[in-house]
C-alpha cells in the first residue's frame, strides 16, 4: 500500500471522524428455546458430562448473533477441555455435598478448598473465556495473572475464610448442651462485629474484583483501562439497601395491620392462635409475606445491576473507544418482572425466553464511540510470552465458569 | 465481477487486522478460491489465493447469526449475505452437524426432546435402580464401614441414648434372631452387629451400612404388653433384608444421581426448590427397597417355621400406638402418609398375609 508522507500536520478528525456503534443482537427466545430444551435433556440424561458441550452450544449462540459494527462473534472453546475443567469443579461441589457421609468436617474442607482456589479459579476461567472469544478473526485475551487475582481477592478471601473458621470451630467441638451454647455466646460478639464489617466492605470487595477484571481486557493491540473509584459503589449499594430496608418496614406494618384488622373483627382469638389450624395459618401468611419480599428484592438487585453495568462501563476505556452502556434500570425492573412471573407460571419453560430478552436489553444498551472507524484502530496483535502461557495453562484446563 | 451461482461473495479478514476485504468465494474440486472482489474493496492489493477444502472449519448455521467460516491460516471468512451463502453452501454441503440441524427445526428439536424425555423416564424406572443395584455391592467395604460409623455417630449424638433393657433379654433376643439366621441363611448370611438403644425415634429399627443393626426399646417393649419374640424375628429379619442387598449403598447411589439430575433439570431454581422433587422421586425408590426387605422377613419367617401373619399382628399393634400417641399430640399426621417413604401399614399388613398363604403352597 503506498504511504503518504504528510508535510503539513493534517486534521485526523477529517480522516477519522467519530463514529458510534450499537451493539445488536439478532437471537430470539424461540431458537434459544430449542437448543436450551436439547441441552437440558441430554445434560441430565448423561448425569451431567454434557454440560460443557451445553456451556458451548449456548455460548456460540449468543455469541455469534452479537454485532459489532456488521461483524459478530464467535466462541471457539473445545468442549473436551472444558470436560476437564467441569469435572474439577464437580468434584469439589459433589464433595461439598455427599462428603459430610465419610466425615462430618468434609463439606467444610471441600467449601474452604473452593475458596481459596477461587481466584485462581476466577483467573483462569476468563483467560479461557476471553481467548476462545473473536471478532473478525482476533482474539480477545484477559491480560490479567493469577497473583493479581489473589491480590484483588485477598481481603475477600481472608473475610470468609475467618468466619468459616469460627463457625467450623463450633463443630468441630462434639460438645453436650451447655458447652456448645457458652462457645457460641463468646464467639457471638466478635462475630457479630465481623460480619458488620463484611457486609460494609462488600461493595468496596466488589470493586477490587471489577478492577481487576476491568483494567485487563484486551482486543489485538487495544488493552483496557479502569478509572472508576470506589464510592458511586457505595451509593448504590447504600441505596439497595434502603429500599430493602424500607420494603421490610413496609411489609411489616402491612403484616402487622392485617392482623390488627383480623383481631378487631374477632376473626382472630387466642385460642385459634393455639390451634393447629391457627398454627398453619400464620405460618402460610410469614411465608407468603417472605415471599413478596424475596420478589421485591430480586427488583432490587435489578436496579443496582442496572446501575453498577452502566457505572462499570462508562468508566472503562481503551485508546480512542469509549464505552456508552445505557441500561435503564426501569426497563430492567420490568423485564425481571415479567420474565420471573412467567418462569413460574411455565413452571420454568420461560427460562430461556427470559434469558435471550436479558441479553438483549444488557447488549443493545451499550455502544462504543471511537475516534476513526473500527477497521484502522485495532491493530497488529502483540503477543507478550507470559499472556500466551497463561492462556495455555487455561486451556488445559479448560475452566470456564458462567457470569 | 459478477457472481453466479458457482460464487458466492464474502469478507475477509487476515486474523492480524479488522480490516475488511471483499472477495469472492468459488471452489474448484477439493479447492476453495479466493479473489478480491476489486469494485468493493477499499484496498487496492488484490488477494487471489486458493486453499485446501479440508483446512477450512465452515462453522454451523445458526439462524440470524453471522455465517462464516475459518481458515487454517487464522485467517476467517464472513458472509455478506446470509441467504446467498447458505444457498451456496448448502450446494456443496458445508458444515453440517445433526445436534445443529435437530436445534434448527421445530419438529426435529421436539421429537428429539421427546425421545430424551422417554429416556429420562426409562432411566429413572429401570436404569438408575439397576445401576444402583449392580455398583452397591462393589463398594469397597472399608467404604462402607465408614460411612455407617460415621451415621452411627451422628445417631447417637442427638437420638440414640444407652438402652434400659436387661442385659438377659438382650442376650435371649440376640441369641434367638443369630438361631433364626443361622436356619435360614447358614453360611450365606451377611455379618451384623445388632445394638439397643433408648430413643427419641419411638418404636423403630434401623440398619445401617456396613453391619450394624439398631433395635429401640420402644419396639421392644411396645404397648400392650411388648412385642412377642416371633415378631421381633420378623422384624429383624426385615432390617437384615436391608444389609443382604446393600440397600445403604444403594439409596446413597440413587439419592446423589437424583440429586444430580434434578439440579441440572431445575437449573437456576433455589436449591430448596428441588428438595421436594428430589424427595418425592427418592420415595418412590423407598417404598421398592422396603417392599423388597419385607419379602426378605417373610423369607427368613417360612425358613423358621414362623407363619408370616405374625407380622399383621405387629403392625396393628405399631398402628395402635401411632394412633394413641397422635390423639394424646392432637396433630395431625397426614403430612405423613404423603411423604412416608415406607409402604403403607396395610399394605404390608396384606403382603405378610398373603406370605403366609403360600406356606402352604407345595
Known amino acids: 500500500m503506498p504511504r503518504i508522507i504528510e508535510s503539513e500536520p493534517v486534521d485526523e478528525t477529517v480522516n ?8 445488536r443482537f439478532t437471537g430470539t427466545g424461540a431458537e434459544y428455546f430449542r437448543i436450551w430444551l436439547v441441552n437440558l435433556l441430554l445434560s441430565a440424561l448423561t448425569l451431567g458430562l454434557y454440560v460443557p458441550w451445553a456451556r458451548q452450544r449456548t455460548l456460540k449462540y449468543f455469541y455469534r448473533n452479537t454485532w459489532l459494527a456488521n461483524s459478530a462473534l464467535d466462541f471457539h472453546g473445545d468442549p473436551w477441555r472444558m470436560l476437564r475443567g467441569w469435572l474439577v469443579i464437580a468434584s469439589l461441589v459433589g464433595f461439598y455435598s455427599f462428603g459430610k457421609f465419610i466425615h462430618p468436617l468434609a463439606p467444610m474442607v471441600a467449601l474452604s478448598l473452593l475458596m481459596l482456589l477461587s481466584p485462581a479459579l476466577l483467573c483462569m476461567a476468563l483467560r479461557f473465556r476471553l481467548a476462545n472469544t473473536s471478532w473478525r478473526g482476533l482474539r480477545f485475551h484477559f491480560l490479567g495473572t493469577i497473583g493479581e487475582a489473589y491480590r484483588a481477592q485477598g481481603l475477600a478471601l481472608l473475610f470468609y475464610l475467618v468466619l468459616f473458621a469460627a463457625l467450623g470451630a463450633n463443630l468441630l467441638e462434639h460438645p453436650e448442651a451447655n458447652p456448645k451454647v457458652q462457645a457460641i455466646s463468646q464467639h457471638l460478639r466478635w462475630l457479630g462485629w465481623w460480619i458488620l464489617g463484611g457486609f460494609l466492605a462488600t461493595p468496596y470487595f466488589y470493586w477490587l474484583l471489577k478492577r481487576y477484571q476491568h483494567q485487563h481486557y484486551a482486543l489485538g493491540a487495544l488493552t483496557t483501562r479502569f478509572t472508576a473509584t470506589p464510592w458511586p459503589l457505595y451509593g448504590i449499594g447504600l441505596r439497595a439497601f434502603g429500599m430493602a430496608l424500607g420494603s421490610i418496614i413496609v411489609l411489616l406494618l402491612l403484616g402487622g395491620l392485617c392482623y390488627y384488622l383480623a383481631q378487631a373483627n374477632g376473626l382472630v382469638t387466642p385460642e385459634m392462635l393455639k390451634s393447629p389450624v391457627g398454627k398453619s395459618i400464620f405460618v402460610l401468611m410469614g411465608m407468603f409475606f417472605y415471599l413478596v419480599f424475596l420478589f421485591i428484592s430480586m427488583l432490587i438487585f435489578s ?5 453498577t453495568y452502566n457505572f462499570l462501563w462508562s468508566h472503562t476505556h481503551a485508546p480512542q473507544i469509549t464505552f456508552e452502556p445505557m441500561l435503564r434500570a426501569g426497563k430492567l425492573i420490568k423485564l425481571t418482572l415479567k420474565n420471573n412471573l412467567l418462569i413460574l407460571l411455565t413452571l420454568g419453560l420461560y427460562y430461556p425466553f427470559a434469558k435471550v430478552a436479558t441479553y438483549r436489553l444488557k447488549v ?7 475516534e476513526g472507524t473500527l477497521d484502522t484502530i485495532i491493530g497488529q496483535q502483540v503477543y507478550h510470552n507470559d499472556e500466551a502461557m497463561g492462556d495455555a495453562a487455561a486451556e488445559i484446563f479448560g475452566i470456564d465458569i458462567a457470569f | 465481477m459478477y457472481q453466479d451461482d458457482m460464487e458466492t461473495s464474502a469478507w475477509y479478514f487476515d486474523g492480524q487486522t479488522s480490516q475488511a476485504h471483499a472477495v469472492s468465494l468459488s471452489i474448484d474440486g477439493q479447492k476453495l478460491h479466493i479473489r478480491s472482489n476489486s469494485c468493493k474493496s477499499t484496498y487496492a492489493e488484490d488477494i487471489d489465493v486458493a486453499v485446501a477444502l479440508s483446512e477450512v472449519s465452515w462453522a454451523e448455521r445458526v439462524e440470524h447469526g453471522m455465517r462464516m467460516a475459518y481458515l487454517a491460516n487464522g485467517g476467517m471468512l464472513q458472509a455478506q449475505d446470509n441467504a446467498a451463502w447458505d444457498q451456496w453452501t448448502a450446494r456443496y454441503y458445508l458444515g453440517q452437524h445433526w445436534v445443529a440441524k435437530a436445534q434448527l427445526r421445530w419438529d426435529a428439536a421436539l421429537s428429539s426432546a421427546a425421545v430424551l424425555i422417554v429416556l429420562l423416564a426409562l432411566f429413572y424406572v429401570y436404569g ?21 460409623s460415621t451415621l452411627l455417630t451422628s445417631l447417637e449424638g442427638d437420638y440414640l441414648q444407652p438402652s434400659k433393657l436387661g442385659v438377659e433379654q438382650q442376650k435371649k433376643i440376640r441369641d434367638t434372631f443369630a438361631k433364626a439366621v443361622r436356619q435360614a441363611l447358614g453360611a450365606a448370611a451377611p455379618d451384623y452387629d445388632l445394638r439397643f438403644y433408648a430413643s427419641k425415634l419411638g418404636p423403630n429399627a434401623l440398619a445401617l451400612p456396613g453391619g450394624t443393626i439398631i433395635l429401640t426399646d420402644e419396639l421392644v417393649s411396645l404397648p400392650p404388653s411388648g412385642v412377642a419374640t416371633q415378631q421381633l424375628i420378623g422384624v429383624l429379619g426385615h432390617e437384615l433384608g436391608h444389609l443382604q442387598h446393600h440397600d445403604g449403598m444403594r439409596t446413597l447411589i440413587q439419592f446423589a444421581a437424583l440429586t444430580v439430575v434434578i439440579d441440572i433439570l431445575m437449573g437456576d431454581a433455589s436449591s430448596t426448590l428441588t428438595l421436594l422433587p428430589t424427595w418425592l422421586a427418592q420415595a418412590r425408590y423407598s417404598r421398592a427397597i422396603e417392599h423388597q426387605a419385607d419379602q426378605a422377613s417373610a423369607a427368613l419367617l417360612r425358613a423358621n417355621g414362623i407363619s408370616p401373619t405374625v407380622m399383621a399382628g405387629f403392625f396393628e ?5 401411632h ?10 399426621s397426614f403430612l405423613n402418609i404423603a411423604f412416608s417413604s415406607h409402604p403403607a401399614d396395610t399394605e404390608r399388613i396384606a403382603f405378610f398375609k398373603k406370605a403366609a398363604s403360600r406356606l402352604s403352597e407345595p
Open chain 1, 16 to 23: 477519522n471522524p467519530p463514529q458510534q456503534f450499537a451493539l
Open chain 1, 303 to 307: 436496579y443496582a445491576g442496572a446501575r
Open chain 1, 364 to 370: 443493545e444498551a451499550m455502544s462504543l464511540a471511537t
Open chain 2, 128 to 148: 438408575l435402580p439397576w445401576f444402583a443395584e449392580v455398583i452397591a455391592p462393589k463398594v469397597p467395604v472399608q467404604l462402607v464401614a465408614k460411612i455407617g
Open chain 2, 317 to 321: 399393634q405399631l398402628a395402635c400406638y
Open chain 2, 323 to 332: 394412633a394413641a400417641k397422635n390423639a394424646h399430640d392432637r396433630e395431625p
